[in-house]
């Protein structure tokens, strides 16, 4: 018939020789965290922020991505935890009645404070805020340190304030 045949080097595999060239690549955890990031999205209580974190995902994260031939799995992974870690911050602010463009150095201190020290991963989003200026340019996420709220006595000052201002037990316990 003149026609060639696709081989299979297995069952699951694509046609060889077929695809090859005609079909775009398609990286699966490129496609996968566009997914995932739509989703994530959602979590955020505030209009605003969705609309912040959607500019930080499509500019820093899958910016990023679309630059490589195929994304690793750490990238994947690393992309999915700092965008996770500034929702949370996000949110926070949120809950403590704190517009993003009202970030103070004691509301980062609070927050990173009273959290896991995978906090630190809103030094990424904190950075890309500052190049975008949504926020102040001297503000700065602090080095991992053990009983951060005792190394940090503005921030316990910042946590006891945050407390009585914002009606929330859970803040001013979490400092005392």
Known sequence: MGTRCAQFSSVTDKPSGLLAGVLPHQDLYRARYNEWSRDAVERLTDPFNRDVIRRYVRWQHQRRMNQMDQGPQGTFLR?????????????????????LRQLE????DAWQATGPS???????????????????????????????VHAYPAARWAIQRL??????????????
């Open 118 to 148: 995978t906090r630190l991963l809103a030094d990424r989003f904190l950075r890309w805020a500052i190049r975008t200026r949504l926020v102040r340019p001297d503000l700065k996420i602090q080095g991992h340190r053990r009983d951060a």
């Open 105 to 108: 150095q004691e509301h980062l």
């Open 79 to 99: 992309s999915k935890q700092t965008v996770t870690v500034a929702i949370d911050f996000l949110n926070w602010l949120a809950d403590h009645g704190i517009e």
């Open 163 to 176: 407390g009585s201002t914002s009606g929330s037990n859970e803040v001013a316990s979490n400092g005392a």
